[in-house]
């Protein structure tokens, strides 16, 4: 469904422009971008976060709603990592130059809005593809032969489904795929083990596009890692 893959395009592309932003204004040293076999696609940053200066976070602007939607959010999905709600204290970037497009960044999360609606949600050091520095892509990915907990497609698929009928988002999905990201790592003992750390679920409507990347852990199930959902109102182009 190519209308569907211009918008993730479009969202992709937008999320990267204001992580970029964001760096720049905090003196960063330059931003790259690239996508793994995990199918997970996020920018990728020459050093790690920091926080930025209060006048530039400027977290009495936050709108009390965007938190409150943003903690509905974590509530429901309870992404991997994240054990408690998002405070304003927690902020150390945040944007709505463009009104309804909002974005907030965290130390370890960075979440796109549209209409106060979590549009894009990226555990940014836990994910498939890190947004850090080589170093901290290594490091993150040293952790990954603790992805010992059985899984599968279906429960992946069905955890994406759960997820979005408690957010109140429906669709007649044309095509649904959930995809095992498995590989073999070296354990601590410098064994090689044989681990599927993420699940990919990729769901397609007429109205746009839903994409979730689950993380495995020792136990299950799956956390969620990623989360792309734009869907366009039913007869609105």
Known sequence: MKRGYYIVGIGVLLVALLLWFSRQTRQATGVSSETTAATSVS?????????APLGQTNKFAIPQKLMEELNKFIAITQPYGLERPITKADVTYFTNAFKT???LETKTHLVTFFDYRVTH???????SNPVTDAEGQAEARRKWYQATARWSEQEALAETHRILASLGIHGEWTNQKAEPFTLTVKNPQGERVRVTPFYTVTLESE???VRAEFRMGQSGPGRLTEWYCRIRPSGQE
Do not use: C
């Not at 920018?43 to 926080?51: E, F, G, H, L």
């Open 207 to 209: 109205n746009g596009m």
């Open 101 to 103: 497009d909002m974005t």
């Open 121 to 127: 949600f990226l555990a940014t050091y836990d994910m």
């Open 43 to 51: 920018a990728t940053v020459t050093q790690s976060p920091q926080p």
